[in-house]
């Protein structure tokens, strides 16, 4: 072996140790624990997000393209999950609470542990709600004239509440979050966004 080469393997040789030592031995972390403790200053009750439910395991099995009789039973396990109403009784809220919830990303971040600010929806990082706002995802359709192309029939209003309630009973491995199953949103939010997609009056439906 040339002197070059000889040196390069040695190189190699300490590269491996020293990989061998951050692989786990004694003393160091597990990947789980590493992840749990680098999320801190988070609202209680952060820990239960690190761990998958049924829904989840199935989505990130199949990586979010379940099999059509997978897709068949998250959306029938979700559909069967309970679904709580506002204790007001109605369901389309205040638009401009609607609004303002829509555009608020507070919550479920590092750092956002105010107890007295409620998480938002986050709504406009992945739809187009209103036209007057130029900052839009597009993840998810457009939601624009929501209420104007559909109508407000009973049908539409429960679809629409249950589907922000918990998006994955009516569309399996879906990117929507499930914001009233996992509390992100509390059900007189849901009904304020319901409000802002179906008020006549609505930004949305102008
Ligand atoms: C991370 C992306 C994402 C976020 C955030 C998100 N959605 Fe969605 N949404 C989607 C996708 C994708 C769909 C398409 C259907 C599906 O996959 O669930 C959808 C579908 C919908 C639908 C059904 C539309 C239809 O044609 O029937 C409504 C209503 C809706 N979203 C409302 C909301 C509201 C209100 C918020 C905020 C609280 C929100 N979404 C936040 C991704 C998102």
């Known amino acids: 072996m040339k002197p070059k080469n000889l040196l390069l393997s040695a190189g190699a040789v300490t ?3 020293g990989c061998g ?3 786990g031995s004694a003393g160091f972390p597990s990947a789980e624990q590493a992840v749990a403790s680098s999320w801190q200053n988070m609202q209680p009750g952060w820990e239960k997000r690190l761990v998958q439910d049924d829904t989840q395991k199935i989505c990130s099995a199949a990586r979010d393209k379940p099999s059509k009789a997978d897709a068949e ?3 029938k396990m979700n559909a069967a999950m309970k679904v ?3 204790a007001s009784g109605t369901l389309i809220g205040d638009w401009k609470r609607g609004e303002a919830i829509a555009q608020s990303g507070y919550g479920l971040r590092v750092g956002d542990n105010n107890p007295n600010q409620k998480p938002g929806g986050n709504c406009y990082a992945c739809h187009q709600m209103t036209k007057q706002e130029l900052s839009y995802g597009t993840l998810g359709p457009g939601l624009n004239q929501y209420g104007k192309l559909r109508g407000n029939s009973e049908a539409i209003v429960k679809y629409t509440y ?3 309630y918990n998006s994955h009973a009516f569309s399996a491995c879906s990117n929507m979050p499930r914001f009233g199953l996992n509390g992100i949103l509390q059900p007189e939010q849901i009904a304020d966004l319901v409000g ?3 008020d006549p009056k609505s ?3 102008q």
């Open 73 to 75: 039973r998250v959306e």
């Open 21 to 23: 030592s951050l692989g």
């Open 196 to 198: 802002l997609l179906m």
């Open 162 to 164: 249950d589907k922000i």
């Open 84 to 86: 709580v109403y506002p």
């Open 15 to 17: 590269l491996l140790v």
């Open 203 to 205: 930004p949305v439906n």
